[in-house]
């Protein structure tokens, strides 16, 4: 009995802990993490009523092409993109417009596998729901 006593406070600990990382530090905080060698964007997505919400987001580029991964546990700017594609993009202080397109098929297999996420970041992230994609391409 004590064993499992102790399983449940390890487990609510890291529960706890996944809660506190995913919606304060990266959620309200939404730290800078250029600094560590990750690059990062910051996406402004516009939902049904017309209010936009900025996101700091980690930024990769395979083939030319700009994506953003959604693979956390909060995905609110994922599903606002989805519904309003039209998106603003800056990175390192130059602001475009793009067009969010979801990534599906061999285009995500592809994608996905040369740029995997650790196993530390799962591990962070409370081992979040299926990763999607978006790829960012240039407003016409």
């Given amino acids: 009995m004590k064993v499992l006593k102790r399983v449940g406070v390890i487990v609510g600990v890291y ?73 603003r993009v800056e990175i390192d202080g130059a602001v475009t417009d793009r067009l969010a397109v979801a990534v599906a098929g061999d285009e995500f297999e592809r994608v996905a596998t040369e740029n995997p996420i650790p196993f530390r970041f799962l591990v962070l992230m409370g081992f979040p729901p299926e990763r999607e994609l978006l790829r960012l391409d240039p407003a016409m």
């Fill in 15 to 87: 529960v706890v802990f996944v809660v506190t990382f995913e919606t304060f530090f990266l959620g309200m905080y939404q730290p800078k993490l250029e600094g560590t060698g990750l690059p990062m964007l910051v996406i402004t997505t516009t939902d049904a009523s017309g209010v936009s919400r900025d996101r700091r987001l980690a930024r990769f580029e395979t083939d030319g092409n700009l994506y953003v991964s959604a693979h956390h546990w909060t995905r609110g700017w994922y599903r606002r993109a989805l519904e309003n594609p039209n998106v």
